[in-house]
């Protein structure tokens, strides 16, 4: 006898599809509602009752036993949402046994019946649609359901059916038959009705499980991951990746809080299932089954490999509800940070409100953005301090991070069965804010400016440059520009929305401060600007409008695009170079030809957030404001283009040439030597610091195996004008990168002390000076003969002014004309 056995009600049938109207699309012929079987005829379909259709009793033979009976059956009629009552007696099913006794079953509306089609929030209390909870698409569907996507989860929804389970209290008792009889006279039917055997609830009422699932053949677990799920009789969780590491390498990885490398392969995995008993478990890799498994079977044996291709282990249950606050060790007070939980399976706990997979593990650009982070297989939630969720009851990984002043912590630690409270604390190694070095952002997208404070405070970071944008045809952050600083209460945060103007081939441009939008925000076509879209500005007459309203202008992820900026360095119009991401030795060679050329440009680190795969301030600006000065946005932004600060990923960098700090101009009357320290602390191991000169390397240092503490001392001769710096990163000055989506790696990078000799600062280089000049020439040809541009006459534009071609070539003439000067003084003939 099968577990689950459909009647045959093909003699009881009266009506078709029809019953249900036009918009009836009910489901007939051999069907599995959640994967128990139910037989419905395909001509006449339903046992319909009425006026006109059925109006007096039906009876259904049934001769045999069963636990459970399990009924097809929906309301066509409602006067619910008329004011009607819930809980009305629609009919009444009794149950005969085969000894004379019987059963009365009342079957009351939003109680054992529903009525289709299902009014939201109108569901049954005691029935189910006949579609089972399910899941998107993982992988593909419409753009207009991207934001359902992210939900994963998909409701069931009646087709036509609702499905009452009633459980028979006599189930050793033979039924003779099942007696149906109208009692309100609405309109309603039974399609179908299926005897249940197994001693279980035919509908999954059980949490779900953690499963692991293991591929142990080498060319099964190589592929690129496409593992799929399904269970029949139950629901599943999409499967997830977990680390290739076990917990001990966890653990002493140098990366703690930092992320982990991301497993991209097939294997191990995971993925949560609730189901009854009876259910079978399958487990797809594409289109291929590499097994299956039931889960009876596997409750009970905890490990099965139902095929050399595939292992699969249930996991212990037992949870506790825990609220975690995390203390900074020397105040004693909640701290603002970012906290991971995971069991020492690899399996990700998030805090409640938070995700254990950010966008189901995909790409997150202007998706998704904020509140959680995802560096390589680790997702973290930032909290103010406390946070609450599940944790598994043993032990468990805590991996909890704030920033660069603060040791990370990796640590193992039990939940035990009664546990509810967890305290976790953070040491601060370093404090510059003490020193009076203020750490900030250049360059963040698509947060909320409250998402950017507890970021910030989570990152101890105390500057957000919250940035608008435009991307073709999408306008991000406008609601959040106000032209003024948001400062959180404490005055630790500072967030200020300003913008990212920006044009494919003259290049990008932050516009920090604005108290005004400098607008059009982006300009001449895709990706920045709209399709077709004309060239109606530059980055130079940008500049002059930021500069205008007080503002500071930064040119982002230098050099590139790389034109115009050639035009802005020229001309005195940029205030700073950033360094969002280590770009092999380009954006190194592009910063020290412009420093060799004699031009004074402070650095800045930003991280051109626009993912929850990297955090804010992974590349910061540290910025130097002298004792006596209030931290303020302003004086943030007045002593960057000071120039006393250094760029970090990681390591707190320190610099002085003669004792004179970073940015200054140390004068000497004539040639000599100077004394030149620099020295670095990271809570990475960091094995090159370096001294360089001109874009050489003049003095270094090595720790094969890495430190996190390093200093270079040397005495320099100095013969003539010329600039110093100091940068430490891994071995030999290579990256050691970050889990991040960009892997910028571990450094950091101070600005220049400047090094005048019997005089007033001046450096020249002719190739700087001609390559320059080739740049110009490029944006003046590109802006005659490539960028769109509206017919004279037909469009008046922005700026106003009569000749647009004059307006938009002029600050290139101005900056062709600023090169030759610089030239002529240095006797060179162009």
């Known amino acids: 006898m099968p577990d689950y056995q459909p009647l045959d009600l093909t003699s009881f049938y009266n009506a078709g599809p ?13 069907q599995l509602f959640h994967g128990l079987p139910f037989s419905i005829g395909e001509g006449p379909s339903f046992i319909a009752f009425g006026p006109g ?182 629901v599943a969780t999409y499967p997830y990746l977990l680390p290739e590491t076990g917990t001990e390498s966890f653990l002493e990885d140098a990366f703690a809080g930092w992320g982990q490398t991301a497993n991209r392969k097939s294997s191990p995995a995971y993925v949560e299932i609730a189901a009854i008993p009876s259910a079978t478990v399958s487990v797809r890799q594409g289109e291929e089954e590499l097994g299956r498994v039931g889960w009876a079977d596997l409750q009970e044996k905890r490990t099965v490999e139902p095929s050399p291709r595939l292992k699969v282990e249930v996991l212990p249950e037992g949870r506790n509800w825990v609220h975690t606050t995390v203390l900074d060790e020397d105040t004693g007070q909640p701290i603002p940070c970012r906290v991971h939980f995971r069991s020492v399976r690899g399996i990700p706990y998030a805090p409640h409100g938070h995700h254990a997979h950010i966008n189901s593990d995909m790409g997150t650009w202007h998706i998704d953005v904020g509140g959680d982070l995802r560096l390589g297989q680790t997702t973290y939630a930032y909290i103010d301090g406390r946070c609450q969720g599940w944790l598994p009851r043993g032990e468990i ?51 909320s400016t409250r998402g950017s404070h507890l970021e910030a405070s989570g990152e101890d970071l105390n500057v957000v440059n919250l940035l608008q944008s ?112 280590w770009h092999g030795d380009y ?107 001109q874009g050489r390397v003049i003095a270094s240092t090595q720790e094969a195996s890495g430190s996190r503490e390093m200093r270079l001392t040397t005495t320099l001769r100095v013969e003539g004008n010329t600039w110093l710096a100091a940068r430490c990163g891994g071995p030999g000055y290579r990256p050691v990168p970050h889990h991040d989506e960009w892997a910028r790696g571990v450094m950091a990078h101070s600005s220049p002390v400047y090094i005048a ?28 003969q490539r960028a769109t541009h509206s017919a004279p006459g037909t469009a008046l534009h922005p700026h106003g002014e009569e000749d647009h071609r004059s307006y938009l070539e002029r600050p290139f003439h101005e900056a062709i004309a600023a090169v030759h000067r610089k030239m002529h003084e240095a006797g060179v003939a162009h």
């Open 53 to 234: 259709l059925s109006e007096g009793p039906v009876e259904i033979p049934v001769g045999c036993a069963a636990r459970t009976l399990i009924f097809a059956h929906a309301l066509l009629e409602s006067e619910i949402e008329a004011g009607g009552p819930v809980g009305a007696e629609v009919a009444s099913y009794t149950v005969r046994y085969e000894d004379g006794e019987a059963a009365a079953l009342p079957v009351r509306e939003r109680f054992e019946i529903g009525h289709w089609p299902q009014g939201w929030g109108q569901g049954p209390f005691l029935a189910w649609p006949d579609r089972k909870n399910g899941l998107h698409d993982r992988y593909q569907g419409h753009w207009w359901a991207t934001g359902f996507r992210q939900t994963e989860v998909a409701q069931g929804w009646p087709q036509g059916y609702f499905l009452w389970p009633w459980r028979n209290p006599s189930p050793e008792k033979p039924i003779r038959s099942i007696v149906v009889k109208p009692v309100s006279g609405q309109k309603f039917v039974l399609a179908a009705v299926t005897l249940g055997h197994p001693a279980e609830d035919p509908f999954v009422r059980t949490p779900a499980r953690e499963v692991l699932l293991t591929l142990p053949q080498s060319e099964d677990a190589e592929k690129r991951f496409s593992l799929a799920v399904e269970v029949d009789r139950g």
């Open 587 to 693: 954006n190194h060679i592009e910063y020290y030809r412009y420093l060799n050329g004699g031009y004074r440009i402070p650095l800045v680190g930003g991280t051109d957030k626009m993912t929850s795969e990297v955090p804010v301030g992974l590349s910061r600006t540290y910025v130097y404001i002298p004792e006596g000065e209030p931290f303020t946005y302003n004086n943030w932004c007045k002593y960057l283009k000071l120039g006393n600060t250094f760029v970090s990923a990681g390591p707190i960098l320190r610099f002085t040439v003669d004792g004179q700090p970073i940015g200054s101009t140390h004068r000497l009357s004539g040639p000599g030597t100077v004394e030149v320290e620099a020295s670095v602390k990271s809570i990475f191991p960091v094995h090159t610091l370096e001294i360089v000169q």
């Open 757 to 784: 000799v019997g005089g007033d600062y001046r450096l020249f280089d002719t190739a700087t000076a001609q390559y320059m000049l080739t740049l110009l020439d490029g944006g003046l040809s590109y802006i005659r």
């Open 397 to 447: 990984i805590v991996d909890v991070a704030r920033g660069f002043e603060y040791k990370p912590l990796r640590a193992k630690v039990t939940i035990q069965p009664g546990q509810r409270e967890l305290v976790l604390k953070l040491k601060r190694w370093a404090n510059l804010n003490e020193e009076r070095y203020f750490s900030g952002d250049t360059h963040v997208h698509f947060l």
């Open 18 to 30: 029809e019953v249900y109207g036009e918009n009836g699309r009910s489901p007939v012929g051999k």
């Open 470 to 581: 435009q991307w073709g045809h999408l306008f991000t952050n406008t609601e959040e520009f106000t032209g003024e600083p948001s400062v959180s209460g404490d005055g630790r945060t500072i967030v200020y929305a300003s913008q990212e103007n920006r044009q494919h081939i003259l290049g990008h441009m932050i516009l920090l401060g604005l108290k005004e939008p400098v607008m059009p925000w982006c300009s001449d076509g895709p990706d920045e600007a709209e399709m077709a879209g004309t060239m109606e500005t530059t980055l130079s007459h940008w500049a002059d409008a930021c500069h205008r309203q007080g503002g500071t202008v930064v040119i982002p992820h230098f050099p590139n695009p790389n034109c115009e900026p050639a035009a802005l360095i020229a001309t005195g119009r940029v205030d700073a170079l950033e360094m969002a991401a």
